[in-house]
């Protein structure tokens, strides 16, 4: 059985460029506040959410099972995933209310940590970006271990110093300070432990093709937390694989022999697998015209699969997306999709949840590849919830609509992995 591995990605916007213009309240469709695409008719117009729509979502303690009498009780807790939230240096909404009523709701959820995909700033090589980021997340950052990956939007230009700092802030006393005593205890965090002089000039690109850009600032690391291991990578786009593969695998293979690993997650800023982004470029001409997706495939999901990823988080496009890609690639789309999926090493789930506050995406439909497998998705500012108790997961995807001092909270879809 395999251990399970999230990955995240995350970004600045979609590739086909769609985003709703003036994001806010007013820019989210309607539908209940939601677009559920009906996955039978993808041209055709929503439905209504099939999840029940549960409202003022709060934080039900963590589901856990009665102890096992031949050892020790299942591991139990929850963590919390967002990306995108493109904050801007000059405020911490800049037009979009929902960028701060996002935090107010993460930490009415009370997870043990949060994970974020990227893109936390709209320009990360700006003066004080990431001190603005977090004077607006005051609250959550001081509550909440954070752990976050980098975006394009993080990295562009002199933006990835920046970053870098911020990143070694939290890793290094941020997390620790918000968690108390006991912090290295709870939390093992592997970081700055590929000693690799890699570049750090496109120009002067070194250590092909282990590390596919050829160039690497070393803001991957990874952190376990009781029975579960976390990969987040350094990639800026989807040009910039800034992830040596020989130090995935290494991580991989480290979680996926121990014996107290039930689950390793991955996250990172580009998605792997989307509805709403080009696969190919449509003309082999001019690649950055429109190739999204496949590159970042093809570099890391042989490896994802041989050590038996469970899911990959991302962002980037600014929605909430998920597939499931089943290892002998038989498709998997159904309508509706189903509420358990089995643990059993056999398949990855692909979930982009870039709905932190950036402007949304349109809900437009690239039917290539990624469509066989798709499950859901929702072009809504959200939260990705995920419940631990041993080996059950339980996912939860909550929309946040309104700003900081008046908002609502609802579950818009859910699932099992057991």
Request: proline share 8%.
């Amino acid at each position: 059985m395999r251990a399970a591995v999230f990955v995240a990605l995350a970004g600045l916007v979609a590739c086909d460029g769609q985003l709703v213009k003036g994001a806010g309240p007013d820019a989210i469709p309607p539908v209940d506040g939601a677009t559920l695409v009906d996955r039978a008719r993808p041209d055709g117009p929503g439905r209504p959410p099939d999840v029940g729509g549960k409202k003022d979502v709060k934080a039900p303690p963590d589901v856990k099972q009665a102890p096992d009498s031949k050892g020790p009780p299942p591991a139990a807790f929850s963590f919390v995933v967002f990306g995108d939230n493109q904050m801007a240096t000059s405020s911490c909404t800049s037009g979009t209310a929902e960028r701060l009523a996002i935090p107010k709701a993460i930490v009415k959820l009370k997870p043990t940590f949060v994970l974020h995909t990227g893109d936390l700033m709209d320009h990360g090589y700006d003066s004080g970006a990431y001190a603005k980021f977090a004077s607006c997340y005051k609250e959550m950052l001081a509550k909440h271990p954070f752990f976050p990956t980098m975006g394009n939007h993080d990295a562009g230009y002199t933006g990835i110093k920046n970053y870098k700092k911020f990143l070694e802030g939290r890793l290094n006393s941020g997390n620790a300070k918000a968690w108390g005593a006991g912090y290295k205890q709870a939390f093992s965090v592997f970081y700055n432990d590929d000693k690799t002089p890699y570049s750090q000039s496109f120009s002067k690109p070194s250590h092909k093709p282990d590390l596919p850009s050829g160039v690497s600032f070393k803001t991957f690391y990874a952190h376990r937390h009781k029975n579960a291991y976390f990969i987040s990578f350094e990639q800026g786009t989807r040009w910039w694989a800034n992830t040596p593969r020989s130090w995935l695998e290494k991580h991989l293979k480290k979680a996926r022999n121990d014996k107290g690993i039930q689950h390793i997650f991955a996250y990172m800023h580009h998605p792997m697998y989307s509805t709403t982004m080009l696969e190919s470029p449509p003309d082999p001409k001019k690649p950055s015209s429109g190739e999204c997706i496949k590159p970042v495939r093809k570099l890391y999901e042989a490896l994802f699969r041989k050590y038996d990823v469970t899911a990959v988080f991302s962002g980037h496009a600014h929605l909430y997306d998920r597939h499931y890609v089943p290892d002998d690639a038989h498709k998997t789309r159904k309508d509706p999709p189903p509420k358990t999926y089995p643990h059993d090493g056999k398949a990855i789930h692909y979930i982009v949840t870039g709905g932190g506050g950036g402007g949304l995406n349109k809900c437009g439909w690239k039917k290539q590849y990624s469509y066989s497998y798709f499950q859901k998705r929702a072009c809504v500012y959200h939260v990705t919830r995920v419940q631990v108790s041993g080996k059950k997961l339980t996912f939860s995807i909550v929309r946040v609509k309104g700003s900081a001092s008046s908002y609502t909270t609802s579950v818009i879809d859910s699932f099992v992995v057991q």
